[in-house]
Every structure is written in C-alpha cells, then in structure tokens.
C-alpha cells in the first residue's frame, strides 16, 4: 500500500524523518479562473488537487505540499468576472522560492501535477532555476495531456472536446467533484476550428471567435465520462512516476564556472 502524507500536518520536528523515508513531494498547480457559467472558478485546482492526491497509490510514498492557487492567466479569461491573475514575472519568481523551499525541506525529488496550461512555461521555468541551484529532480506533469487526443476522440466522438471549459475539462470535474458543476447553464458553444495544417503550433488571440471564456460541447460531459478521465490521467500519471522514481537521481549542480576553452 502507498501512503500521501499532507505536509501541512506534519509537525516541524517530524519533516526530517517524513522527508528521509518519502520518495517524492507533490505540489498540485492550479488558477483561480473563469471557465464559464458551468463550471467552478476553481476547476483547475479541483483538477490538480484531485490528480495529485492519486499519486500515493502503489507503493508510493508521498509528501502532498498545498496547491498554489494564484498564477498567470491568459489574456483571453483575464476580462472574465473572477479570474484573479498574478503577472508572469511573478508567478515565476513566486515558484522559484515554493519549489526551491520544497527542496530545501529535503525532497530532492518533487512532482508538480499541472492543472492550468498556463502554468506550463512558468512551471518550467521555476524548474529550471532550482535545479541549477540545488541537487533536484522535478518533475511536471500536466493532467490534460495524459490522455491523448486520439482517446478522447475514442470517448466523445468526433467532435471536439478539448478547448477551455469544454467537454473534456468539464467530464474531468465531474469525474472529481460533480456538484460543482452546472451542466445546465450553458448550452453547446462549437469551437473554432483548428488551422489546417499538421505542423505544430502555438497560437495566441485576444479574443477567439466564438467565444464566451470558454467553448465546447458540454453536452458530450457526462459522469460516465468524467470517471473515464479521471481512471485513465489517474493511470498515466502513475505510470510516469514510477518510471521517474526508477531513474537514479541526478548529480548535484556544479557552482564552479566552466573552463575556458584552449585557444588553438
């Protein structure tokens, strides 16, 4: 059996010995943001809260770190009524500091469960300086893409389900907390289609068309649904620690500048 122990109980003079027997810490990422009538401002921390709190399963012994609540939105929801966001610059200085005191507590290892795209580059970057600093092994995880496009084509059909606040979103909140969600409020509002083309691309735009903070066919959301979401992200994400807990731990970084290279 696993065990995920909330951080936030742990008394200081225990954080030692908890540290010293746990083979990671979770940091679950969320946003505080509008995801339109039907579903709850917090829907990406009910996702991130909910996806890290399935990592203790397995034999995984966990250290569950409360959520970060506040973080940068896009310019898209920032307009909408309750969506609170936090500058970039701050966002990335503010995780540098909660993940570099994660490490510093004695976790080495830290698994942050993303539940606001968003997050991905501020994350990431929060990373980056940690690990330069401090012996570190960090991991992000972004619920969203543990199942893949083709899958959720598999679940709701062909039409599209995986645009903010859309189908895929709302099942997953169902899947976790479905009071919270108000089917009902809003009917199907299609989402503009994806440029034809099969290049990869990141495009972003005041204000996509149609669009009311959101977009999707909620209709497809359904409980049945939401548990396949929920059961799949849930099995992925542990297959992803277990091969991330299998790795050996990186070397602690080197402060020493690099040599110069010889001149010829």
């Known amino acids: 059996m696993g065990e995920l122990i909330h951080a936030s109980r742990v008394p200081g003079g225990e954080l030692a010995d908890v540290a010293a027997t746990a083979d990671f810490a979770v940091l679950p990422v969320g946003?505080?943001?509008?995801?339109g009538p039907h579903l709850p401002l917090g829907t990406d921390?009910?996702?991130?809260?909910?996806?890290?709190?399935?990592?203790?399963?397995?034999?995984?012994?966990?250290?569950l770190f409360p959520a970060v609540p506040y973080t940068a939105c896009p310019g898209q929801t920032r307009p909408w009524p309750g969506t609170i966001a936090v500058r970039p610059e701050i966002?990335?200085?503010?995780?540098?500091?909660?993940?570099?005191?994660?490490?510093?507590?004695?976790?080495?290892?830290?698994?942050?469960?993303?539940g606001h795209d968003a997050n991905m580059s501020t994350v990431r970057a929060a990373m980056e300086w940690v690990s330069g600093r401090h012996l570190a092994s960090l991991l992000l995880a972004n619920w969203f893409q543990l199942v893949t496009p083709a899958e959720t084509t598999q679940i709701y059909g062909d039409l599209p389900a995986r645009g903010h606040g859309g189908a895929y979103e709302t099942s997953a909140v169902l899947g976790f907390d479905p009071d919270a969600v108000r089917p009902d409020a809003v009917t199907d509002l299609p989402p503009r289609p994806?440029?034809?083309?099969?290049?990869?691309?990141?495009?972003?735009?005041?204000?996509?068309?149609?669009w009311e903070g959101?977009?999707?066919?909620?209709?497809?959301?359904?409980?049945?649904?939401?548990?396949?979401?929920?059961?799949?992200?849930?099995?992925?994400?542990?297959?992803l620690i277990d091969a991330w807990l299998a790795a050996p731990l990186p070397a602690a970084p080197d402060a020493a500048p690099l040599a110069e290279p010889e001149s010829r």
């Open 194 to 210: 994806k440029l034809a083309t099969g290049h990869p691309y990141v495009l972003i735009e005041s204000r996509p068309n149609p």
């Open 214 to 239: 959101w977009s999707g066919h909620i209709s497809l959301a359904t409980r049945t649904t939401g548990d396949r979401v929920r059961e799949l992200a849930a099995t992925r994400l542990g297959e």
């Open 91 to 114: 966002a990335v200085a503010y995780l540098c500091d909660v993940l570099e005191g994660i490490v510093a507590a004695g976790f080495p290892r830290v698994l942050v469960v993303n």
């Open 45 to 63: 921390l009910i996702l991130a809260e909910g996806f890290a709190r399935s990592t203790g399963g397995d034999g995984r012994r966990g250290v």
């Open 31 to 35: 946003a505080v943001e509008w995801h």
